[in-house]
């Protein structure tokens, strides 16, 4: 993410997620926290440092699209067409990941920027993703393998700045776990 002035932030965020069944509601749900190993401002002619404090990232709900045209397969399984996982990667206040950048500029001192930049160069990208459940992804490349499906991005958006993220999830089918 660039700014206005030259500046440039780049975030790497990790999670590994453990997806039960919900016996309650028949949700496929889990939440584990959201780390940011990896969270740096760039602005020429200043000094920078910025510090994390993990997140929460949470999945409300994974959902198996199976084909509806019959297929020939065996008696125990479905083919699946796609996934639909609804999440929330740390966009609540309770559950964000904190960031804090201090600057050090020559002209204009040493100065402290809270915010949720990591989340902010998620979310402005991912914004055709919203839904009042939370982002939804979808498109997804079943595998069927023990890396049983994967969803990979690189996307764009606009706010002022370009922002550019790139990412990917992995859903691994682990039952001996």
Same mark, same amino acid.
């Given at each position: 993410? %660039?700014?206005?002035?030259?500046?440039? =932030?780049?975030?790497?965020?990790?999670?590994?997620?453990? /997806?039960?069944?919900?016996?309650?509601d028949?949700?496929?749900?889990?939440?584990?926290?959201?780390?940011?190993?990896?969270? %740096? @401002?760039? *602005?020429?002619? $200043? %000094? &920078?440092?910025?510090t994390?404090?993990?997140?929460?990232?949470? *999945?409300?709900?994974?959902d198996? !699209? *199976?084909?509806?045209?019959?297929?020939?397969?065996?008696?125990?399984?479905?083919?699946?067409?796609?996934?639909?996982?609804?999440?929330?990667?740390?966009?609540?206040?309770?559950?964000?990941?904190i960031?804090? %950048?201090?600057?050090? $500029?020559?002209? *204009?001192?040493?100065?402290?920027?809270?915010?949720?930049? @990591? /989340?902010?160069?998620?979310? !402005?990208? #991912?914004?055709?993703?919203?839904?009042?459940?939370?982002?939804?992804?979808?498109?997804?490349? !079943? /595998?069927?393998?023990?890396e049983?499906?994967?969803?990979? @991005?690189?996307? &764009?958006?606009?706010?002022?700045?370009? !922002?550019?993220?790139?990412?990917?999830?992995?859903? =691994? #089918?682990?039952?001996?776990?």
């Amino acid at each position: 993410m %660039s700014g206005a002035q030259g500046g440039r =932030y780049k975030g790497t965020a990790e999670s590994t997620i453990r /997806l039960q069944l919900d016996p309650a509601d028949f949700t496929i749900k889990g939440h584990a926290p959201l780390n940011l190993p990896s969270a %740096s @401002w760039e *602005v020429p002619g $200043c %000094s &920078t440092n910025t510090t994390t404090a993990p997140g929460t990232f949470e *999945v409300f709900e994974l959902d198996f !699209i *199976v084909l509806l045209v019959p297929l020939v397969l065996p008696a125990d399984e479905v083919a699946v067409d796609d996934l639909r996982l609804v999440y929330n990667p740390g966009g609540h206040d309770a559950t964000r990941a904190i960031e804090t %950048s201090t600057w050090t $500029c020559p002209d *204009v001192g040493t100065f402290t920027i809270p915010g949720p930049f @990591w /989340l902010s160069g998620y979310a !402005i990208p #991912h914004q055709n993703e919203m839904s009042a459940e939370g982002f939804v992804a979808t498109e997804w490349r !079943i /595998l069927g393998r023990q890396e049983y499906a994967r969803k990979e @991005w690189s996307t &764009t958006g606009e706010a002022g700045a370009a !922002i550019t993220e790139s990412g990917y999830f992995i859903l =691994y #089918h682990r039952p001996e776990e």
